[in-house]
């Protein structure tokens, strides 16, 4: 079992992407948590990232603020400052990890370089109930799928990966065909409440190949198709084209997570990630592994999307084991998770 430490006060950034957050961690319990969504995204289909750094500059002062103040904390009363350096936007990246060098040096207190996959993973820490090592983790977000055998803090096997698009780009993309604007994923969810999931058999690509990769190309695709054949589809039967669309990225997402637990003989599994949101995902986990007795994890949905809260809990289990980093420390777009493997 992971021991959360409980003689630190961490302030966290998270600028990842389009999302400027800030928490503190304190005596082992999350504070706060402050979140700013850039929603004029929406209008470009799409994350625009210019304009994204830009607004983080602007956010970046007043969030963390709001977060020292609702957690009743000053300056003074900081460990560390954890603070995301990768993967993500080279230009949000750079806005929140500038800020956390200058607080952190200001204060002459450790600086935590947080790796932003590697902090979805323990996101379930910020819950009562915590999975046991080793645990399995599927990660799915609109930039990653993946299956990872987690042993302890640093220490993982990357059994599965997305071979093309990542679940939550599929979401996106087939919500662009549909009309449904950016991004997608919840309004998917929602709709698929009211529609019929069998109403179209889509594929389930690769659910039954024997590696625990995915591939979620062919089944948007198949929905380009079926709506090119059905031109009036997306406006009389859209809830059942949507649970029908849901429905097959669910079945592979869940089938393949459950079948690496067992061959790994793990019993506990964790869903994490924007993605993990989802309803029917959470539900479909929660129902088969009580039936295949495995014991299944994920964090409230605030915490599952990206937020300043994951990279205190992450900061805080490095900073115990006497990990933190230089001030020289660079923001970096890309880090696969198998590249932090230890």
């Given at each position: 079992?992971?021991?959360?430490?409980?003689?630190?006060?961490?302030?966290s950034i998270e600028t990842s992407c389009d999302e400027t957050s800030a928490a503190v961690l304190s005596g082992g319990e999350l504070r706060s948590v402050v979140i700013s969504s850039q929603h004029f995204h929406d209008e470009f289909g799409g994350i625009?990232?210019?304009?994204?750094s830009r607004a983080h500059m602007r956010s970046i002062l007043p969030i963390v603020e709001e977060a020292m103040t609702k957690a009743a904390c000053k300056p003074t009363d900081i460990s560390a400052v954890a603070v995301t350096h990768a993967p993500g936007?080279?230009?949000?990246?750079?806005?929140?990890?500038?800020?956390?060098?200058?607080?952190?040096?200001?204060?002459?207190?450790?600086?935590?370089?947080?790796?932003?996959?590697?902090?979805?993973?323990?996101?379930?820490?910020?819950?009562?109930?915590?999975?046991?090592?080793?645990?399995?983790?599927?990660?799915?977000?609109?930039?990653?799928?993946?299956?990872?055998?987690?042993?302890?803090?640093?220490?993982?096997?990357?059994?599965?990966?997305?071979?093309?698009?990542?679940?939550?780009?599929?979401?996106?993309?087939?919500?662009?065909?549909?009309?449904?604007?950016?991004?997608?994923?919840?309004?998917?969810?929602?709709?698929?409440?009211?529609?019929?999931?069998?109403?179209?058999?889509?594929?389930?690509?690769?659910?039954?190949?024997?590696?625990?990769?995915?591939?979620?190309?062919?089944?948007?695709?198949?929905?380009?198709?079926?709506?090119?054949?059905?031109?009036?589809?997306?406006?009389?039967?859209?809830?059942?084209?949507?649970?029908?669309?849901?429905?097959?990225?669910?079945?592979?997402?869940?089938?393949?997570?459950?079948?690496?637990?067992?061959?790994?003989?793990?019993?506990?599994?964790?869903?994490?990630?924007?993605?993990?949101?989802?309803?029917?995902?959470?539900?479909?986990?929660?129902?088969?592994?009580?039936?295949?007795?495995?014991?299944?994890?994920?964090?409230?949905?605030?915490?599952?999307?990206?937020?300043?809260?994951?990279?205190?809990?992450?900061?805080?289990?490095?900073?115990?084991?006497?990990?933190?980093?230089?001030?020289?420390?660079?923001?970096?777009?890309?880090?696969?998770?198998?590249?932090?493997?230890?």
């Amino acid at each position: 079992m992971i021991a959360i430490p409980t003689d630190q006060t961490i302030l966290s950034i998270e600028t990842s992407c389009d999302e400027t957050s800030a928490a503190v961690l304190s005596g082992g319990e999350l504070r706060s948590v402050v979140i700013s969504s850039q929603h004029f995204h929406d209008e470009f289909g799409g994350i625009v990232p210019e304009l994204a750094s830009r607004a983080h500059m602007r956010s970046i002062l007043p969030i963390v603020e709001e977060a020292m103040t609702k957690a009743a904390c000053k300056p003074t009363d900081i460990s560390a400052v954890a603070v995301t350096h990768a993967p993500g936007l080279m230009g949000s990246l750079l806005v929140g990890l500038n800020f956390a060098k200058g607080f952190a040096l200001s204060l002459n207190v450790p600086l935590v370089g947080v790796h932003h996959i590697e902090a979805h993973i323990f996101s379930v820490m910020l819950e009562q109930e915590h999975p046991k090592l080793p645990f399995i983790a599927l990660i799915v977000s609109g930039g990653h799928t993946l299956v990872v055998q987690v042993n302890d803090i640093g220490k993982y096997e990357v059994l599965g990966n997305t071979l093309d698009d990542a679940a939550g780009e599929a979401f996106d993309k087939v919500g662009k065909m549909l009309g449904l604007g950016y991004p997608a994923g919840p309004v998917i969810d929602k709709l698929a409440k009211n529609g019929n999931p069998d109403f179209v058999q889509f594929p389930r690509p690769m659910l039954h190949d024997p590696s625990y990769d995915f591939s979620f190309s062919g089944i948007k695709t198949s929905v380009l198709y079926y709506l090119r054949d059905h031109p009036d589809a997306a406006s009389d039967n859209l809830t059942d084209i949507a649970a029908s669309f849901q429905r097959a990225v669910v079945d592979v997402l869940v089938g393949k997570t459950l079948r690496a637990a067992s061959d790994m003989e793990i019993s506990d599994i964790i869903a994490v990630g924007g993605v993990s949101a989802n309803s029917e995902l959470r539900s479909r986990f929660a129902e088969l592994s009580t039936q295949k007795h495995f014991r299944f994890f994920s964090p409230r949905p605030l915490f599952s999307t990206d937020n300043a809260a994951m990279i205190a809990m992450l900061g805080a289990l490095k900073l115990a084991r006497g990990s933190f980093s230089p001030l020289t420390l660079r923001a970096e777009a890309r880090v696969p998770l198998a590249d932090i493997l230890s």
